[in-house]
């Protein structure tokens, strides 16, 4: 499978931006989409953002699509969150994924057991 190395988390205050990064590595990495989702305390697992490897589309959840911006640089095998206008609500441990054969709007409802998984970073907004 593909192994996912997430970095950039860290405690930051409202208002304040943080940019993670999500490594990735394996034979077929540009056949898969990426995205990104959360998990808050308490609080199930909820998508926020998705892109397509190759063909470029993005996806966003509601709450984030004005502030947050998913990208990619295919050579570097890398995707990227930038995080503007960070709320307490935003506050989670952030985890990437991975899914071949599916677009950016079907990864907002896949199941955890439907992708490859990052080991997650945390991200902390203080009011």
């Known amino acids: 499978q593909v192994q996912l190395v997430e970095s950039g988390g860290g405690l930051v205050q409202a208002g304040d931006s943080l940019r993670l990064s999500c490594a990735a590595s394996?034979?077929?990495?540009?056949?898969?989409?990426m995205g990104w989702f959360r998990q808050a305390p308490g609080k199930e697992r909820e998508f926020v953002a998705a892109c397509g490897w190759g063909g470029g589309s993005t996806y966003y959840a509601d709450s984030v699509k004005e502030r947050f911006t998913i990208s990619r640089d295919n050579v570097k095998k890398t995707v990227y969150l930038q995080m503007n206008s960070l709320k307490p609500e935003d506050t989670a441990v952030y985890y990437c994924?991975?899914?071949?054969?599916?677009?950016?709007?079907?990864?907002?409802?896949?199941?955890?057991?439907?992708?490859?998984w990052g080991q997650g970073t945390q991200v902390t907004v203080s009011s």
């Open positions: 994924a991975a899914a071949r054969w599916t677009t950016p709007q079907a990864m907002a409802v896949m199941t955890t057991a439907g992708g490859s």
């Open positions: 394996g034979r077929t990495v540009s056949s898969y989409t």
